[in-house]
């Protein structure tokens, strides 16, 4: 079973990814910002992280760039998901090496589709 890391400084927001995720078979494993996210990967390292952009003491591309930096986490598929549409948004998240690219709102069938595909398997 796949663990997915979701952060968001929105508890709603989390919750909701949180239960579509497990309704799929998936552990999920929640943080609030950056720096809890960060803690959390250092002591247990997820398949999967859905991030936020914007989030209070590390950003989501703060958070990206790091994932993608440290050794135990540089192969973990990073989507991020934010209201920020703008293809500069866009681009700069993937400069970050994020894996993909989600806008809120979305589809929950949107977000479990980049899931699988990250994952490489059926959820």
Known sequence: MSTV???DDSPTLRAMIAEVLSR???TVVEACDGVDAKEKIQANCPDL???DVV???MNGYELCR???GEPKSENVPVIMCTTKSEDFD????????AD?????PFQPTELITKVKELLKQSV
């Not at 866009?90 to 090496?97: F, I, T």
């Not at 993909?100 to 809120?104: H, M």
């Open 66 to 68: 790091w994932v993608k």
């Open 5 to 7: 890391m979701v952060v």
């Open 100 to 104: 993909a690219y989600i806008t809120k």
């Open 55 to 57: 989030m209070p003491r």
């Open 24 to 26: 799929y078979g998936l």
């Open 49 to 51: 992280v859905i991030m």
């Open 90 to 97: 866009r681009h700069w998240a993937m400069r970050q090496k």
